[in-house]
T-cell receptor, first 115, second 117 residues
Framework: DTGVSQDPRHKITKRGQNVTFRCDPI?????LYWYRQTLGQGPEFLTY????????KSRLLSDRFSAERPKGSFSTLEIQRTEQGDSAMYLC?????????????FGSGTQLSVL | AQTVTQSQPEMSVQEAETVTLSCTYD???????LFWYKQPPSRQMILVIR??????QNATENRFSVNFQKAAKSFSLKISDSQLGDTAMYFC??????????????FGKGTHLIIQP
């Protein structure tokens, strides 16, 4: 197992376009998280899945954002009608267990630039 | 809401020296976990060390140790015998003990640590 994979690594898009990112967690991990990181800041929590169920969404996640995790395996994060303020690195992380204190394994992120 | 503050935007030390990174946090919770994560230029966040708030003993992982002061809400990271590969952004993070509920980590803004040869 090579860890958490994210695709694409970089995405450049024009304002108003839709984009979709993919995350493949470590295979046996039941918990999957999406975070957003802007320049000079720490990651900010966006949303969380336990298996296929999306259990929590941050207030940061506007209606233009949607995330799915069909069958409890890979996850996708879609941003509709992108805005320049959406430019950031989007990080995916996964863990195994029942509690929030488990070690998170992060992917290398998708860097989004909205022109 | 929980907040995590890292007051040192950047630090630079010579190889083999010891360096301490500061972190303070604010919470009304009594059960929580604290973490230090490392983010090298490859961008992948890597867990360095974890501390349970109910444990008085400070966590240690090889050259990395913490000084956890619960009453002061302080959680500093000490790196001994620093190595060039320690150069990275270091983030302090907090999470409530949810007992199985859904929570996200709250991160500080990070400290850029540079190890000079």
């Amino acid at each position: 197992d090579t860890g958490v994979s994210q695709d694409p690594r970089h995405k450049i898009t024009k304002r108003g376009q839709n984009v979709t990112f993919r995350c493949d967690p470590i295979s046996e991990h039941n918990r999957l998280y999406w975070y957003r990181q802007t320049l000079g800041q720490g990651p900010e929590f966006l949303t969380y899945f336990q298996n296929e169920a999306q259990l929590e969404k941050s207030r940061l996640l506007s209606d233009r954002f949607s995330a799915e995790r069909p069958k409890g395996s890979f996850s996708t994060l879609e941003i509709q009608r992108t805005e320049q303020g959406d430019s950031a690195m989007y990080l995916c992380a996964s863990s195994y267990g029942q509690h929030s204190n488990e070690k998170l394994f992060f992917g290398s992120g998708t860097q989004l630039s909205v022109l | 809401a929980q907040t995590v503050t890292q007051s040192q935007p950047e630090m630079s030390v010579q190889e083999a020296e010891t360096v301490t990174l500061s972190c303070t946090y604010d919470t009304s919770e009594s059960n929580y976990y604290l973490f230090w994560y490392k983010q090298p230029p490859s961008r992948q966040m890597i867990l360095v060390i974890r501390q349970e708030a109910y444990k008085q003993q400070n966590a240690t992982e090889n050259r990395f140790s913490v000084n956890f002061q619960k009453a002061a809400k302080s959680f500093s990271l000490k790196i001994s015998d620093s190595q060039l590969g320690d150069t990275a952004m270091y983030f302090c993070a907090f999470i409530m003990y949810s007992g199985g509920g859904a929570d996200g980590l709250t991160f500080g803004k990070g400290t850029h640590l540079i190890i000079q040869p």
